[in-house]
């Protein structure tokens, strides 16, 4: 589950967002305005303060927020479903595979008891009949673990759906340049001010699934 999140959630948040390069510095240089020379008349005693460029400036306020989706998947109210009904529905599902072993283990148990008193006919039709069976049991084994993945991918979708808009609206709110997952995260420079948003996603999450 946390695996296709992650690469759903990098993949949108990373299309969807402006670069860093391209929001340190949104003013042209030629429109930028000129500092004044100093008039003739004053002193130069002291060197004028040197203010930080535009570019400086955006620079320092950039804020990068990360997530942590273990957590949103652990102690989210949503997450904490998905959990539970994708364990309900494995649960279910393990039941009917273990129902079905032990009625090929019956079979087994019957045809070993038998084939001393087969003749080579018999033994070779009721080989034939339990390598049907075994075969069924592989196919029906396929198609419940395909039934629990395409339930999984779509209740993770639905989870990763309630992440991005969580995180682009909290992100949008408070100012963030971009909201990435946490282990993404290598290395943040000095003037960057990155925060872990994963606190605030969780709560942003739980109040709008208790509006529903």
Known sequence: MTTLLK????????????G????????????????????????ATTAPEKKPSDGATARQSTKLGSVDLT??????????????????????LQTRIDGKRKQL???????????????PAQR??????????????????????????????KETKALYDETERAAAAYG?????????????LLYVGSDVDAQDVTDALIAAMDAAAKKK
Not at 7 to 18: H, N, R
Not at 21 to 41: N, Y
Not at 105 to 119: E, H, M, V
Not at 138 to 143: F, N
């Open 7 to 18: 690469t759903l959630l990098v993949a949108a948040l990373a299309a969807s967002l402006p």
């Open 71 to 92: 957590r949103i998947g652990d102690e989210t109210a949503q997450g904490k479903a998905v959990q539970a009904k994708l364990q309900e529905k494995k649960d279910k």
């Open 20 to 43: 860093l390069a391209a929001a340190a510095d949104p003013t042209p240089a030629d429109t930028k305005p000129a500092v004044a020379a100093p008039a003739p008349t004053t002193p």
């Open 105 to 119: 283990d019956k079979l087994r148990a019957g045809i070993q008891a038998k084939l001393p008193s087969l003749s």
């Open 172 to 184: 949008k709110a408070n100012g963030f340049a971009v909201i990435i997952i946490k282990k993404q």
């Open 124 to 153: 070779a039709a009721k080989e034939k009949e339990f390598q049907k069976k075994v075969e069924e049991f592989q196919k029906l084994g396929k198609q419940l673990e395909e039934e629990l993945f395409s339930l999984q991918e």
